[in-house]
């Protein structure tokens, strides 16, 4: 549509005017609840969004996700998934952390069956890590991701003994334990946790090097935590008074 044009060519104010025509034409042929109603309706707040008008546009966020988990539970279309980041995000962003934290576990619980490694999932929780530490609370973001590096053991235990063609095999397994030793070195090293956060973290590298750094960080969107885990357990040296080795 011509508002995707000019939001393209960074017109928004013209994306905007031409959206909220779109919308009210939109309601008055098909009705409020409508999904070509709840996309025009999330591109406007995402235009809102890059007009730096957060408060304006939460509303409309609001509205999309209450209409798409009443209209389509229990599945999860993409306008819904990147509705429920987008809510998260607007939340965010304003700093309304302890309501960006709800919004995010309510997708979990409500998307629960898509997986907790499904992509859409592995990114709100990212979210709801951004959610926690602006409340400072590191204790429940180590909570979160030692269940999710216990479940990433099972699955290498599980690949290695009995191998599935069809789903993650070992090397996959190892990358998300790698990648949730990272993201746990984090919350342990905010927690001044310093010995803690050298073993999670040394084991994450350990890992890391079993692998070619320039294919890994080719096909591997995630690889960037290895050197996120190299700085923290740098900073995890110098929090126990090992500058030389840091």
């Given at each position: ?10 017109w928004t104010a013209d994306a905007e005017a031409m959206l909220r025509e779109a ?155 790698a990648k949730q030793r990272s993201l746990l070195g984090y919350a342990l090293v ?29 096909s591997d969107p995630d690889a960037w935590l290895r050197y996120d885990a190299m ?16």
């Amino acid at each position: 549509c011509l508002a995707e044009v000019a939001e393209e060519e960074g017109w928004t104010a013209d994306a905007e005017a031409m959206l909220r025509e779109a919308i009210d034409a939109s309601v008055a042929l098909h009705g409020d609840a409508h999904p070509d109603v709840a996309y025009l309706r999330n591109f406007l707040a995402l235009i809102l969004m890059k007009e730096d008008k957060a408060a304006e546009a939460e509303p409309l966020f609001r509205k999309v996700r209450d209409q798409r988990m009443e209209r389509l539970l229990p599945e999860m279309d993409g306008l819904t998934w990147a509705n429920c980041m987008d809510v998260a995000n607007n939340l965010i962003v304003q700093e309304k952390f302890t309501e960006g934290e709800a919004s995010c576990r309510a997708s979990l619980e409500k998307y629960a069956s898509v997986g907790e490694w499904d992509d859409r999932n592995y990114q709100l929780r990212d979210l709801l890590r951004i959610a926690l530490e602006g409340q400072g609370n590191y204790a429940e973001i180590e909570r979160m991701d030692r269940s999710l590096l216990d479940a990433a053991h099972s699955g290498l235990e599980k690949a290695r003994a009995q191998p599935d063609p069809s789903g993650p095999g070992e090397r996959d397994w190892l990358l998300r334990v790698a990648k949730q030793r990272s993201l746990l070195g984090y919350a342990l090293v905010h927690q001044e946790r310093f010995v803690e956060a050298e073993a999670d973290l040394r084991e994450c590298l350990e890992i890391y090097a079993q692998f070619d750094p320039i294919p890994l960080a080719q096909s591997d969107p995630d690889a960037w935590l290895r050197y996120d885990a190299m700085s923290l357990l740098g900073a995890a040296l110098l929090g126990q008074g090992k500058p030389v080795e840091a």
